[in-house]
């Protein structure tokens, strides 16, 4: 079992940053890929980012490379996404993810979630 518990959204301006953290307890947190994904109002849930186990590799939506960075600090359980650069089209409830069996795109690959932290981009 693990337990993810997103914190760090909120309503930012258009051009502002938000750094969004997921702690994780239950198993082991660095044998675990972690994901974050979003889903606006009316709108599919989408892959944003995600990072292997060791943190060695990641990957990002087209829509957020460049601007987003995922990244995990294995000692304290916690993956994060630095959100640079935000525009209105961000806007969503993110969600973080855990993956027991590598570090997927697609929302099917992960095993457990977060309840999700809401993020607002005002223009």
């Known amino acids: 079992q693990v337990q993810l518990v997103e914190s760090g959204g909120g309503m930012v301006q258009a051009g502002g940053s938000l750094r969004l953290s997921c702690a994780a307890s239950g198993r082991t947190f660095s044998s675990y890929g972690m994901g974050w994904f979003r889903q606006a109002p009316r709108k599919e849930r989408e892959f944003v980012a995600a990072?292997?186990?060791?943190?060695?590799?990641?990957y990002y939506a087209d829509s957020v490379k460049g601007r987003f960075t995922i990244s995990r600090d294995n000692a304290k359980n916690t993956v994060y996404l630095q959100m640079n650069s935000l525009k209105p089209e961000d806007t969503a409830v993110y969600y973080c993810?855990?993956?027991?069996?590598?570090?997927?795109?697609?929302?099917?690959?992960?095993?457990?979630w977060g309840q999700g932290t809401p993020v607002t981009v005002s223009s």
């Open positions: 990072i292997s186990w060791s943190g060695g590799s990641t």
């Open positions: 993810a855990a993956d027991l069996t590598g570090a997927g795109t697609h929302s099917y690959e992960y095993d457990y």
